[in-house]
């Protein structure tokens, strides 16, 4: 997996120095049937130009749906963008952008980058994008416009694949939350002397049992009843070979009115949480860190030690999500508890890692329902073959892309 973020980074890299460079729009035009539409931009520093949505959304002629995920609707297309980061999804695949939508009061800005890249995709036949001024011109329904044929995989490709269609090579941490000294939550409706540490080593075991059975390489942080230090866990056993680091834990809820009827399964991608109860499960899961073994300071990183952090994390945020969205979508064919969905928050155990990473919250300890699920050996078996079937569909996925862009580079 190194090749592809690298280019996709470096292409980071050159638009933020294209930004930099050069004078940046001071406003949008935007030509279509409609007329013409003028738009403001905002400039921000270090970001470039930002696109105010609503009107935007005015002059393509589409509406605007607020939520968490701020979607843009136009025609048929659909366009999804995460407040706080730089993803957003057109209903088949995440993109990174080279800056951050953001929330400003009751307005919300994307980078002008969606429009030249995204809005503008001549595989759409909708927009068409003109740099020199700045301008998004509606392409009539009769234009022709190129469009790269699709190609194809070559026999030597297919001959290399595992039976499933995933190519050899892969290589997947897992990560058993907790352990040692440090229990997890106590697991309320866990059978007596199980805890969360337990039961996510249990199905961590499993996962990596299923994964290496379709020919996947599994590194473990660890495979019994030790403790790992939050912060070594993502650096030191998911490096530049790992595709994914996946941490597995036991959601829980402190006493109160109805805590014992919450259950469900969800999974989470670093980020500023966006929700209290995103929040709180961040809290509890880096509570975890007072366990760990004191440990001498590691080098100070230079400013372009953090630049290259920042431009990785961004890089990894978009497959990050996909991956967590496979897990929730995989999980519901076995959990009988509500899908509570793809989040965002803070872990400790994220923050670290260099590579794609999501942490997986099975279910509530706090819940009988879902206690009995994670605690008995068909449930947990059920819960590890699905996140497995998960994580080979992120990786075949990741397969068709780096395939296409490689077999591209080459023409």
């Known amino acids: ?33 409609r007329g013409v539409t003028t738009i403001a931009l905002h400039q921000r520093a270090g970001d470039g130009p930002l ?35 730089p993803l957003v999804s057109d209903g088949t695949t995440l993109r990174t952008l080279p800056a951050l939508t953001l929330r400003r009061g009751d307005s919300v800005f994307v980078p002008l980058a969606f429009v030249a890249e995204m ?12 740099a020199a001024t700045a301008t998004l011109a509606e392409v009539p329904a009769a234009s022709p416009i ?25 290589h997947v941490t897992v990560d058993p939350g907790h352990g040692g000294t440090d229990p997890g939550n106590p697991g309320l409706f866990f059978p007596k002397g199980m805890r969360e540490k337990d039961v996510n080593l249990a199905v ?54 109805g805590y014992q009827n919450v259950r469900g399964f969800e999974t989470y991608f670093l980020a500023d949480a966006k929700t209290a109860d995103a929040a709180r499960v961040a809290k509890m899961e880096n509570d975890a860190i007072r366990f ?6 590691g080098p100070t990183l230079g400013g372009l030690d953090y630049m290259l952090k920042d431009l990785q994390t961004n890089e990894f945020l978009r497959e990050s999500a996909r991956a967590s969205e496979l897990v929730q979508s995989h999980l519901r064919e076995v959990h009988s508890g509500p899908d509570r969905g793809v989040k965002q928050a803070g872990f400790a155990v994220l923050s670290t890692a ?26 947990q078996a059920a819960l590890a073959t699905k996140i497995a079937d998960a994580i080979v569909a992120y990786l075949r996925e990741y397969d068709r892309r780096t395939g296409d862009a490689q077999r591209g580079a080459a023409q």
């Open 51 to 85: 696109v105010p949505l609503a009107p935007l959304a005015k002059a393509v002629g589409g509406t605007v749906e607020d939520g968490e995920w701020v979607t843009l609707v136009t025609g048929a297309l659909r366009f999804r963008f995460l407040v706080g980061t």
């Open 119 to 130: 809005l503008a995709d001549g595989a759409r036949r909708a927009w068409a994008w003109t």
């Open 1 to 33: 997996m190194e090749g592809p973020p690298v280019i996709r980074g470096a292409l980071l890299l050159a638009a933020w120095a294209w930004l930099a460079g050069s004078l940046p729009p001071s406003r949008l035009q935007v030509s279509s049937a």
């Open 292 to 297: 760990d073994l004191p440990e001498d300071e």
């Open 146 to 170: 190129a469009v790269r044929p699709a190609r194809t995989t070559t026999g030597a490709e297919e001959r290399a694949r595992f039976p499933d269609g995933l190519r050899p090579g892969h």
């Open 354 to 379: 260099r590579r794609p990473a999501i942490l997986v919250e099975l279910g509530y300890s706090t819940n009988r329902s879902d206690a009995r699920l994670m605690s008995t050996p068909d449930g």
């Open 204 to 257: 961590s075991l499993l996962v990596r049992d299923e994964l290496v059975r379709r020919g996947v390489r599994v590194t473990m942080t660890r495979t019994r009843d030790t403790l790992i230090n939050l912060s070594h866990r993502a650096p030191r056993y998911c490096g530049g070979s790992c595709d994914l680091f996946v941490s597995i834990h036991v959601n829980a809820l402190d006493p109160r009115t």
